[in-house]
């Protein structure tokens, strides 16, 4: 599924959010929004899911304004958003009922993403009884059981451990070249960004607005990101970060924080 952006800007009463942005993210496109707190990348997500609309302009999923949320774009948030009251086997198969398919259909559908997950053996548990990283694991299957044709990603992992973050990355992107979703991940973990995207955009300070595009292609990656050090520092930049001894800031890094006109 297309995504389109035209001259989009939202604004929460006087307090401007983002700034005429425009983009077109592909079919099967997995794209990375980075940037500061605050700046509105969450915004876009919740435009693209219709959870919100926007002040000005347009979003379009294949040509067709989004105006209400639907099943075929799934949101995943932070937070793992699982029922408590529920087994994990229950979380993934909700999915299914809710779009009025039966209840047998619908488990032997999880039964089979909670082992894609490696979570066979745990159907009958709570969230409450496994970890966190079992807790998202759980989160995306139940994403992926329905097939979405776009797939929105909150800082996904952000609640996690490093070793554990970087392990459900690796899932992650398994299971989104077997699938082929459209992927939009809102993520402040850089490395996250470039070993999972095909292109990154990064984001001002409020109102947001692109400062930089990195095109990265749809290439095999892994977690040693050497080959893409030139760019990991460029981005780091741009979001002020210091990546060498000199600590006065530079005017991109006065940029990403706000301090230029």
Same mark, same amino acid.
């Given at each position: 599924?297309?995504?389109?952006?035209?001259?989009?800007?939202?604004?929460?009463?006087?307090?401007? *959010?983002?700034?005429?942005?425009?983009?077109?993210?592909?079919?099967?496109?997995?794209?990375? =929004? %980075?940037?500061?707190?605050?700046?509105?990348?969450?915004? $876009? &997500?919740?435009? %693209?899911?219709? $959870?919100?609309?926007?002040? !000005?302009?347009?979003?379009?999923?294949?040509?067709? /304004?989004?105006?209400?949320?639907?099943?075929?774009?799934? &949101? *995943?948030?932070?937070? !793992?958003?699982?029922?408590?009251?529920?087994? =994990?086997?229950?979380? %993934?198969? %909700?999915? =299914?009922?809710?779009?009025?398919?039966?209840?047998?259909?619908?488990?032997?559908?999880?039964?089979?993403?909670?082992? +894609? *997950?490696? &979570?066979?053996?745990?159907?009958?548990?709570?969230?409450?009884?496994?970890?966190?990283?079992?807790? @998202?694991?759980?989160? $995306?299957? +139940?994403?992926?059981?329905?097939?979405?044709?776009?797939?929105?990603?909150?800082?996904?992992?952000?609640?996690?451990?490093? &070793?554990?973050?970087?392990?459900?990355?690796?899932?992650?992107?398994?299971?989104?070249? @077997?699938?082929?979703?459209?992927?939009?991940?809102?993520?402040?973990?850089?490395?996250?960004?470039?070993? =999972?995207?095909?292109?990154?955009?990064?984001?001002?300070?409020?109102?947001?607005?692109?400062?930089?595009?990195?095109?990265?292609? !749809?290439?095999?990656?892994?977690? /040693?990101?050497?080959?893409?050090?030139?760019?990991? +520092?460029?981005?780091?930049? $741009?979001?002020?970060?210091?990546?060498?001894? /000199?600590?006065?800031?530079?005017?991109?890094?006065?940029?990403?924080?706000?301090?230029?006109?």
């Amino acid at each position: 599924m297309k995504l389109h952006f035209e001259r989009v800007s939202k604004s929460f009463g006087d307090l401007n *959010v983002i700034d005429r942005f425009d983009n077109t993210i592909a079919d099967g496109e997995i794209v990375a =929004l %980075v940037g500061p707190s605050g700046c509105g990348k969450s915004t $876009l &997500l919740h435009m %693209v899911a219709g $959870l919100e609309q926007a002040t !000005h302009g347009r979003v379009q999923a294949d040509d067709q /304004d989004i105006e209400r949320p639907s099943p075929k774009r799934t &949101l *995943v948030f932070q937070e !793992h958003a699982l029922y408590p009251w529920m087994t =994990l086997l229950e979380n %993934v198969a %909700v999915a =299914l009922e809710f779009q009025g398919q039966p209840a047998e259909h619908a488990r032997n559908e999880a039964s089979i993403w909670l082992e +894609r *997950v490696k &979570l066979a053996g745990f159907e009958g548990y709570y969230p409450h009884q496994v970890s966190g990283g079992m807790r @998202q694991r759980c989160a $995306l299957a +139940r994403a992926f059981i329905a097939r979405p044709q776009v797939l929105l990603l909150d800082e996904p992992f952000g609640a996690l451990d490093a &070793l554990t973050r970087m392990t459900l990355q690796s899932v992650l992107k398994d299971l989104i070249e @077997q699938e082929r979703p459209t992927v939009v991940l809102v993520t402040h973990d850089v490395d996250e960004a470039l070993y =999972l995207a095909d292109r990154v955009l990064v984001f001002s300070q409020r109102p947001a607005r692109v400062m930089r595009e990195v095109t990265l292609g !749809h290439i095999p990656k892994t977690h /040693d990101l050497t080959a893409f050090a030139d760019v990991r +520092r460029e981005v780091l930049t $741009l979001l002020g970060i210091d990546t060498d001894t /000199d600590t006065t800031p530079s005017a991109t890094q006065r940029e990403a924080q706000g301090e230029t006109s």
